[in-house]
């Protein structure tokens, strides 16, 4: 198989999988869809690739929904981890270094905690000390850990107005907000009940920057990221947190609007989401 076909199988598969998902989050399905997934597919390594992809929002019809998770799809993405290990020691987070591994290391750090927090009942947890750290290395699962906690949180540093600022939305050029809001959605899977750390911390400090980034996504067509986004602002609005606007019509019309089952998958989280009532930690 050439490289191209390869990433078109992987595509496909996160795509089922991402489906089947958001069957589970209505109710709709068998009880053990991750294993069913890895189980029916032409291309295994593609199925446990998918699991990687669609990550901890195949914990959402359990975390939003009646879904109970099984010991079947646990033995899946288990098998995940094994077969696509992480890196054994976080990379460090941009500008220093590399924006992709460094996201995909939140994005396996959230998919493993939750399985821990689903399958281990000695799984630990991630305390906070008095500074406001989380200080664990990362989810513990059979006695070692699964995922390592990456550092850092994607930083918001609002350019002052100006001149200098006035040309640049002129030329198309990204100012602060507009960076940080597109990486916030490319780490829209934390953006679930029951993950905490500095990300999380990150989006209840600028929900207006979440916000505008939102509206500019919808502004601009590009509707995935817009579902990805507005993800963050039914998570705070769950929690209490005053967010600029309700996102309950942005969601509405995401949902209206289609694009296939990763972004429909999305916009059926914020659904869930803002019919939530979560305590802020």
């Known amino acids: ?82 077969v696509f290990p992480p890196a054994v020691s976080t990379p460090p987070p941009p500008p ?7 996201l995909i290391a939140w994005r396996d750090w959230a998919t493993a905690t939750l399985l821990a927090r689903f399958t281990d009942p000695a799984a630990t947890a991630e305390p906070v000390d ?8 990362g989810p513990q699962l059979g006695g ?45 899977p934390l953006a679930l009940p029951g993950l905490e750390g500095a990300v999380q911390d990150a989006a209840r400090a600028a929900p207006l920057a979440l916000a505008r980034g939102a509206v500019r996504a919808v502004l601009r067509r590009d509707f995935p990221t817009a579902a990805r986004i507005v993800r963050w602002l039914a998570l705070l609005s769950a929690e209490g947190v005053s967010v600029p606007f309700d996102p309950a019509p942005l969601v509405e019309h995401l949902r209206l ?17 803002l019919a939530l009532n979560l305590e802020t930690p």
């Not at 399905?29 to 029916?40: D, F, P, Q, W, Y």
């Not at 220093?96 to 460094?102: H, K, L, R, S």
Request: aromatic content about 6%; proline content about 8%.
């Open 1 to 82: 198989m050439s490289p191209d076909q390869s990433q078109t199988a992987y595509a496909a598969s996160a795509a089922d999988l991402a489906l089947r998902a958001l069957d589970a989050l209505r109710g709709i399905g068998g009880t053990a869809m991750v294993a069913e997934h890895v189980e029916g597919a032409d291309d295994p390594k593609a199925a446990l690739a998918a699991i990687r992809v669609v990550g901890a929002d195949l914990f959402a019809p359990c975390l939003l929904g009646d879904t109970i998770f099984s010991p079947q799809d646990a033995a899946a993405v288990t098998q995940s981890f094994a």
């Open 96 to 102: 220093e270094g590399a924006a992709e591994p460094w």
């Open 130 to 137: 008095a500074l406001g750290t989380y200080g664990a290395p």
């Open 144 to 188: 070692g850990v699964l995922a390592p906690r990456p550092a850092g949180a994607p930083a918001l540093s609002e350019p002052e107005q100006g001149p200098a600022t006035a040309s640049a939305h002129a030329a198309g050029i990204d100012t602060g907000w507009q960076r940080w809001s597109v990486r916030m959605g490319q780490l829209s």
């Open 257 to 273: 609007h289609g694009g296939g089952p990763r972004l429909a998958l999305d916009v059926a989280i914020a659904a869930r989401l």
